[in-house]
Each structure stands twice: as structure tokens, then as C-alpha cells.
């Protein structure tokens, strides 16, 4: 197998994944929305896999680039330099990945801001229940501490 052909199998492969990666994100963000623990678990699982796969797959990329360019090696600069036959395909293959890129960043951005918005809604609703900050309970969610609880012992 030539080295331009392991290249396109290895960018055929990447933008497998990164289809995958994006689907497994809109599944993500479904278990977030929905505040589904066991799906979130199993999208989280399913991503870190995804992300170890592209990254050895990155590896070999660039190995086989390096072979036909040494010294330039990305995918862009190859499909310039590729004789014709080669070209237009790798040109194709190319813009698909960046593309799909783009898209699964887009993605990750998304469900970052949902988890950070989430964590900030459980931290401010947690102010809001205790009344105060320095608030303490104990293992059955009394009160027991804190400028709230002179005399009395509030349960959640």
C-alpha cells in the first residue's frame, strides 16, 4: 500500500470518528438536559474511547505524511502537493474533516457551557436551601450549624 493510500485511509477513518464523536455528543447533551446519570456515564465512556482511537489514528496520520513530506506534514499542504489523481480526492477528504471538526468543537463547547451552567445551578441552589453559606448538616440533613439554627433543627 502506497503511502498516499494509508493516508486517506487513516483521514477516512478520522472522519468515521468524528461522525461518531458528534453523534456521541448529541447523546451527551440529551443525558444532560434530561439529568440522566446512567446515559451521561455511558456517553462519557463512549467518548474518551472515540478520543483514544482519533488520537492513535492522529499518530499514524502524521507518521504517513512525514513519510511523503518531511518537514511539512499536514494534509492540506499534501493535497496541494499531490499529483492530480490524488488531489482533488484528498482536497475532498480534507475540507470534510476540517469540517466535521469544526462541528464536534462546536459540540464540546455546547456541552461545556450546559455543565458549567448546570454546576452553577446546583451551587446557587444550594445557597438558596441553606440561607446562608456557612450553613452545616449532618447525615440526615439537619441543620446543625451555622448563624440559622439557634434552637431549632430544620430538615431538608
Known sequence: ???????????????SLCEQMARTL???????????????????RQRRLIE?????????????LARLLPGKASLGELARQ?????????????ERLVGLIATVKREQRINLALVR???SLVGATL?????E???????NAALVGGAGCAGARWRA
Do not use: F
Not at 28 to 43: G, I, K, P, W
Not at 52 to 64: F, G, I, K
Not at 82 to 90: C, G, V
Not at 127 to 131: F, M, Q
Open 133 to 139: 453559606e456557612e450553613a452545616r448538616y449532618d447525615a
Open 82 to 94: 499531490a499529483p492530480q489523481a490524488e488531489r482533488e480526492r484528498l482536497s475532498r477528504l480534507h
Open 1 to 15: 500500500m502506497s503511502s498516499y493510500e494509508s493516508v486517506l485511509e487513516c483521514v477516512e477513518a478520522e472522519i
Open 26 to 44: 448529541a447523546a451527551e447533551r440529551t443525558a444532560l438536559a434530561s439529568l440522566s446519570y446512567v446515559a451521561l456515564n455511558s456517553c462519557i
Open 117 to 119: 451552567s448546570a454546576l
Open 52 to 64: 483514544a482511537e482519533w488520537r492513535s489514528l492522529a499518530r499514524q496520520r502524521r507518521t504517513h
Open 127 to 131: 445557597k438558596l436551601v441553606r440561607g
